[in-house]
């Protein structure tokens, strides 16, 4: 149950967040916003692995390479969220970026032999984009509706 509560409050979060650099990219830019979320973040992070400890780990080096690419993939999404939800809207880039998550987490979970119900994972996905189609905002009319005579 922690576990539950704990991944709820985490998208939550991530909501939040991406509404709040959203913001601040339509007065900076999303490299800026990007740029900025990452610098403060930075500084929250290490003042937290330096009062808690625990922030340099012997075992760091150890790590392949390719472990730490996530922060790298991590500016792509939230430059990416910050330029995107300025436009879509608050509920459909949370819905796709959802649906993105899914298709990915189900081809991670595939890939790794993890067991999964693969029809239970792609109907979730396909519910969430349904979602997300019914959040597309209506075009304005471009017809002229005939006159009385």
Do not use: C
């Amino acid at each position: 149950m922690t576990f539950l509560v704990l991944a709820t409050l985490a998208g939550v979060l991530v909501g939040l967040s991406r509404q709040l650099n959203g913001r601040l990219s339509l007065s900076t830019s999303p490299l800026t916003a990007s740029f900025w979320n990452h610098a403060v973040g930075f500084g929250a992070l290490t003042l937290l692995g330096l009062v808690v400890g625990g922030l340099l780990v012997p075992g760091a080096r150890l790590a392949p390479w390719w472990s730490y690419l996530g922060g790298p993939v991590g500016v792509v999404f939230v430059a990416a969220g910050s330029w995107v939800i300025a436009r879509l809207g608050a509920a459909r880039t949370a819905l796709l970026m959802i649906a993105g998550q899914m298709v990915s987490g189900v081809a991670l979970d595939w890939a790794t032999g993890r067991p999964l119900r693969l029809w239970a994972a792609m109907l979730g996905v396909a519910l969430i984009l349904a979602g997300a189609a019914l959040t597309r905002r209506p075009r304005p009319s471009t017809s002229v509706a005939p006159r009385d005579a």
